[in-house]
């Protein structure tokens, strides 16, 4: 059901003869962004369906390595980057960052995790009194945490205040710039859960 | 054909989580839709975005039917 402005106060009409700001590219980048992102969940199905570690192995190494790459591009490079751009700058890096990353970072961090633990089981390493276990689900779980509490949440909030009449474009430069940093976080997690996974891999 | 409980429960908690944290935003836009500050562009792309990412849950758990390894 579509919410209508049947009964719109004068100020609100004023802004609603205002066209929106939304990019007509934005679905372009959306589509892309699940296109690419349904990809790995349906890799993992396939490898489950065919009973193969091989296909196992090579679809959590690659969302796994695709997610930290990411993260330390974001939070070693993109930071740096953004900070020197004027907030004008900033705002359309955001408008197509935002679209682009949208199922695509969630897609690729939940298959790795899933793939992980199917990878553990197979190997008989889940064992959940083994401290490099523990130690690896209490990252996943801080991983997750930021993911759904700030990441997705953020996105979320960048794409209601460009479709907005007036969008407030400080805080949009604000929110896409707490992404990136919070990426640099997420990198220095994932670095130490390749050290786990590391020493699980020889043990 | 064995189904994996717990890793169907997990996809469950995790697409319910995902589904809160959106509603509460969604009602938001759609509180400023109605008071004419927001295109309705904005509301249609949330209610897309929210159809994908349940989407690619689904696919997730199908993982839970294989009963491998």
Sequence with gaps: MQPGPSTLPAEASVLAAQPSTLPPYSWTLLRWSFTIGVIPPVVLVAALALKSKFLLIFIHVITGGTWTGFDLFMGVVMSRVMRSLEIPARVEVAKRLTPTTFFMMPSFAATAVTAGIFLAILDGKFDLTSPWIIAALVVVVILTAQGFGIFMPNGVRIFIELAKRKPDTGLIARLNMRNISLAGVQALLQVLIILIMAHLALD | ?69
């Design chain 2, 1 to 69: 054909m064995s189904v994996n409980v717990a890793a169907l429960v997990a996809v469950f908690l995790f697409t319910a989580l995902m589904l809160a944290i959106f509603g509460t935003l969604y009602r938001g836009a759609v509180r400023s839709y109605e008071r004419g500050e927001l295109d309705f562009e904005g509301i249609r792309i949330l209610r897309w975005g929210m159809a994908g990412q349940v989407a690619i849950y689904a696919v997730l758990a199908l993982t839970a039917f294989f009963g491998w390894p």
